[in-house]
């Protein structure tokens, strides 16, 4: 999934509960919901120090150490906002291979480039453009 799919996820999670009232836990949601192609895309593509973009920060252990992290920082919501977004970007990647337990479990990273596919790209604008609508709606109660 590409930039516009995730966050088209955050933002259908936004509409809950404990999201909707705080805009820090809106932001902490958004920036979690990028932030594992932020760093392995970085790492993998401009670095190149990985074969591909889906590593150190796609797996098990980057999203309970930083959830942590954040709850550390600042509190048991932002820390909830934060694992929810980061989980929702690795369930959506989850289509194609996600390395869950990286680095206890050897996996085989097969050599990838950065691509953004036009037509991808197209579904997943929108899927954002539909979200976005929706969220604007007045709520039905
Ligand atoms: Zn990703």
Request: glycine residues 6%.
């Given at each position: 999934m590409q930039i516009p799919g995730h966050?088209?996820?955050?933002?259908?999670?936004?509409r809950l509960p404990p999201f909707r009232s705080s805009r820090r836990r809106?932001?902490?949601?958004?920036?979690?919901?990028?932030?594992?192609?932020?760093?392995?895309?970085?790492?993998?593509?401009?670095?190149?120090?990985m074969p591909n973009g889906r590593h150190y920060a796609h797996n098990l252990f980057s999203l309970i150490g930083l959830s942590l992290l954040v709850t550390l920082i600042g509190g048991k919501a932002a820390g909830y906002a934060w694992f929810s977004g980061y989980l929702?970007?690795?369930?959506?990647?989850n289509i194609q291979r996600v390395p869950w337990f990286f680095p206890l479990k050897k996996y085989r990273f097969n050599?990838?480039?950065?691509?953004?596919?036009?037509?991808q790209l197209l579904r997943e604008g929108f899927f954002l453009a539909l979200v976005l609508l929706l969220n604007h709606l007045p709520n039905q109660r």
């Open positions: 966050l088209a996820i955050a933002l259908a999670q936004s809106l932001f902490l949601l958004l920036l979690a919901s990028l932030f594992p192609d932020i760093v392995d895309k970085t790492i993998g593509y401009v670095f190149q120090a929702g970007h690795l369930l959506a990647d050599k990838g480039r950065l691509a953004f596919e036009p037509a």
